[in-house]
T-cell receptor, first 114, second 113 residues
Framework: GNSVTQMEGPVTLSEEAFLTINCTYT??????LFWYVQYPGEGLQLLLKATKADDKGSNKGFEATYRKETTSFHLEKGSVQVSDSAVYFC?????????????FGKGTKLSVKP | NAGVTQTPKFRVLKTGQSMTLLCAQDMNHEYMYWYRQDPGMGLRLIHYSVGEGTTAKGEVPDGYNVSRLKKQNFLLGLESAAPSQTSVYFC????????????FGPGTRLTVT
């Protein structure tokens, strides 16, 4: 079946540190991959996405590259800020119709200290 | 555009009471979803709809019912609330084409005592 595994948190970093949150997936077919962010007390927002192998999604200084050979979509940011403190979810979607439903990882909580 | 909105934002129920959560979207999206979010569990799909008048079960449908009488609205009902349904509920929607990204509402925090 389809599944997403992401590193368990919480992750605590100092401001300006480098961030990596690992995400690997198992999927039948060719999934689209997503990172969503959830700020405290809010709903999920799409952070970035990639729809095919070797695509790089980027937004707000975050990047993730779709690696088919390692079935990974790791999230990175070169210099985190306090405002990046949130929960990050990796997700995939395979195909159309009900197959287009998102499958989420369990989320990784990031805390950035000044 | 308001995007996806949810009503109410907070609710406290006693065991056995019923309630309906309303989700509305103004993006003319075909697909709508209800999720619950519990600590350490990520998001789990309760029910979803692929269009007006249609509904389907997700991963954790027991104890919930849904209706999609209008394209822009998706209702989630709890007929007899249980403490295990204490959770944060999110609604989402997406188009029927493209890259399947979903747009989320702000959530409803439900406590069942």
């Amino acid at each position: 079946g389809n599944s997403v595994t992401q590193m368990e948190g919480p992750v605590t970093l100092s401001e300006e540190a480098f961030l990596t949150i690992n995400c690997t997936y198992t999927a039948t077919g060719y999934p689209s991959l997503f990172w969503y962010v959830q700020y405290p007390g809010e709903g999920l927002q799409l952070l970035l996405k990639a729809t095919k192998a070797d695509d790089k999604g980027s937004n707000k200084g975050f990047e993730a590259t779709y690696r088919k050979e390692t079935t990974s979509f790791h999230l990175e940011k070169g210099s985190v800020q306090v405002s990046d403190s949130a929960v990050y979810f990796c997700a995939l979607s395979v195909g159309g119709g009900s197959q287009g439903n998102l499958i989420f990882g369990k989320g990784t909580k990031l805390s950035v200290k000044p | 555009n308001a995007g996806v909105t949810q009503t109410p934002k907070f609710r406290v129920l006693k065991t056995g009471q019923s309630m309906t959560l309303l989700c509305a979207q103004d993006m003319n999206h075909e697909y709508m979803y209800w999720y619950r979010q519990d600590p350490g569990m990520g998001l789990r799909l309760i029910h979803y709809s692929v269009g007006e008048g249609t509904t389907a079960k997700g991963e954790v449908p027991d104890g919930y019912n849904v209706s999609r009488l209008k394209k822009q609205n998706f209702l989630l009902g709890l007929e007899s609330a249980a403490p295990s349904q204490t959770s944060v509920y999110f609604c989402a929607s997406r188009t029927g084409t493209g890259t399947y990204e979903q747009y989320f509402g702000p959530g409803t925090r439900l406590t069942v005592t």
